[in-house]
């Protein structure tokens, strides 16, 4: 008891003033890597791999790749389940969403070379799901960029929701928000 409590009080004061995230109404898997780069074969290939051994990706399971660099997509041949994908290009940029079997994308936004946000309809054991899914990588700069990016993600959302108002809201990615208040 004593471990398990100390363990807790390190990670509250970890995490400054960020709460856990409670996740969707529904049970989905959610994960999200920032790549630093997936243009090796190799590499792209692995981590799908992985993916597919280590989780359960016939229910809902959400992959949130950031900084991938890829410019084109040749997830069809290595992965099962759908995908939104935006293309990278500069030292950072390009996201890949990768859902589980059961998932379609109904339409999707892509926000610059930084992101996506789209609409997915899930479908289990005679039920079906909505979300809405935002797949970011955050400009670095603490200025007016970075202000109107969010704005930009914030909009693509709230006009998804006014079709879509029963949908379970999901933001992934690499935010670059420092946890100073300067900044």
């Not at 920032?34 to 597919?52: P, S």
Request: proline share 2%; net charge negative; glycine share 6%.
């Amino acid at each position: 008891a004593k471990l398990s409590s100390r363990w807790h009080w390190r990670r509250m004061l970890l995490s400054g003033d960020i709460e856990e995230n409670p996740g969707p109404v529904t049970e989905a898997l959610l994960l999200t890597l920032n790549c630093r780069g997936l243009k090796k074969q190799n590499k792209f290939k692995q981590l799908t791999n992985r993916l597919y051994k280590s989780h359960n990706i016939s229910n809902d399971f959400i992959a949130a790749l950031q900084e991938t660099h890829l410019e084109i997509s040749n997830l069809s041949y290595s992965w099962k389940g759908s995908h939104i994908f935006t293309s990278g290009s500069g030292s950072k940029g390009g996201c890949i969403t990768l859902l589980s079997e059961n998932m379609t994308v109904i339409e999707s936004t892509d926000i610059g070379n930084e992101g996506h946000v789209a609409i997915v309809i899930s479908t289990n054991n005679n039920s079906q799901n909505c979300y809405i899914i935002a797949n970011i990588h955050a400009p670095c700069a603490h200025d007016e960029k970075k202000v109107n990016f969010f704005t930009q993600v914030k909009e693509s959302i709230d006009s998804y929701l006014m079709r879509y108002d029963d949908s379970n809201i999901v933001i992934m990615g690499d935010f670059n928000t420092p946890l100073n208040e300067t900044d």
